[in-house]
């Protein structure tokens, strides 16, 4: 099975939460990149280097995510219980 997704240039990434697949022009992901320093951040685009994680701008995904504490394990760092509600909020899911 070596039939790979044709990609033109653009990455494609994957949902932590759902594991959908799709490049960033086809589909809204929130990026979460733990930086050297011990932050984490959260952006749409490339510009800042470190581990990072992706999950869908949806509130089922964010919320998955967040219930399966997964994205300690994926970013290889503690994310401390702020996070997933900045998370949350970054998603527009906080009231
Ligand atoms: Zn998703």
């Given at each position: 099975?070596?039939k790979s997704i044709r990609h033109k240039g653009a990455k494609?990434?994957?949902?932590?939460?759902?594991?959908?697949?799709?490049?960033?022009?086809?589909?809204?992901?929130?990026?979460?990149?733990?930086?050297?320093?011990?932050?984490?951040?959260?952006?749409?685009?490339?510009?800042?280097?470190?581990?990072?994680?992706?999950?869908?701008?949806?509130?089922?995904?964010?919320?998955?995510?967040?219930?399966?504490?997964?994205?300690?394990?994926?970013?290889?760092?503690?994310?401390?219980?702020?996070?997933?509600?900045?998370?949350?909020?970054?998603?527009?899911?906080?009231?």
């Amino acid at each position: 099975m070596k039939k790979s997704i044709r990609h033109k240039g653009a990455k494609v990434r994957m949902c932590a939460a759902c594991g959908l697949r799709a490049r960033r022009d086809e589909h809204e992901f929130i990026r979460i990149t733990l930086q050297k320093d011990g932050t984490l951040i959260f952006d749409s685009g490339d510009q800042c280097s470190g581990r990072s994680a992706y999950v869908c701008r949806q509130a089922d995904c964010v919320k998955k995510l967040c219930k399966s504490r997964r994205l300690s394990h994926l970013l290889r760092g503690s994310v401390p219980e702020e996070v997933y509600q900045s998370l949350l909020k970054e998603a527009g899911l906080s009231e």
